[in-house]
């Protein structure tokens, strides 16, 4: 497989149109986010979780991350107050594991949902033009650090994805923080 590659700052109507192509065809791409640059699936995508963890080289039974703006949180979590809690923070780093919904259950395959509204207009963007949110975990083979720049990635996913979309301005390598807003007092696991 022929992986594209793009660059955020130069990104054309093209290139995002094939993006989207990708994701909407289920295919996982490599995202630039405001933490670490993301492995990610179209949550909406038949066998979207699989995908994911099979790219990764996960355990099936892996939680993943939803990347979500804020309208679609609204929707995948069940508790309103554990919602409130975690909107203090958001957008930013905080994945946030909420009781889930109907809904957030079908994204998740859990009682719960680890979600993360990020600071990013590209990622807010690409999920609302795709009307779902991206099931996402750090870019990185399962046991590995996450990938930190271009030469490590293209070394990792070259070949294996059909997409890459660099940011030539990404200096954060931070993970989000992790709070689980479903035990009382939240709990921080990372």
Request: charge should be positive; glycine fraction near 4%; aromatic fraction near 4%.
């Amino acid at each position: 497989m022929k992986t594209e590659v793009f660059h955020l700052s130069k990104m054309t109507k093209k290139q995002m149109s094939a993006l989207k192509t990708f994701l909407l065809s289920g295919a996982p791409c490599i995202l630039p986010t405001d933490t670490v640059y993301g492995l990610v699936v179209l949550g909406r995508a038949a066998n979207a979780r699989n995908t994911l963890n099979k790219t990764k080289q996960n355990p099936q039974d892996k939680p993943t991350q939803i990347l979500c703006t804020l309208k679609q949180a609204k929707i995948l979590a069940a508790d309103q107050n554990q919602l409130e809690q975690a909107q203090k923070l958001w957008p930013g780093a905080l994945t946030a594991i909420l009781t889930a919904s109907k809904e957030g259950k079908r994204y998740s395959g859990l009682d719960t949902v680890g979600l993360r509204v990020p600071n990013s207009q590209f990622l807010l963007d690409l999920m609302e033009s795709l009307i779902s949110p991206l099931l996402a975990t750090s870019a990185n083979l399962h046991g590995k650090a996450p990938c930190k720049n271009t030469a490590e990635i293209l070394a990792v996913f070259d070949g294996l994805i059909p997409c890459i979309v660099l940011d030539d301005s990404q200096s954060k390598n931070i993970p989000s923080k992790i709070i689980d807003y479903t035990k009382t007092p939240p709990q921080t696991i990372r």
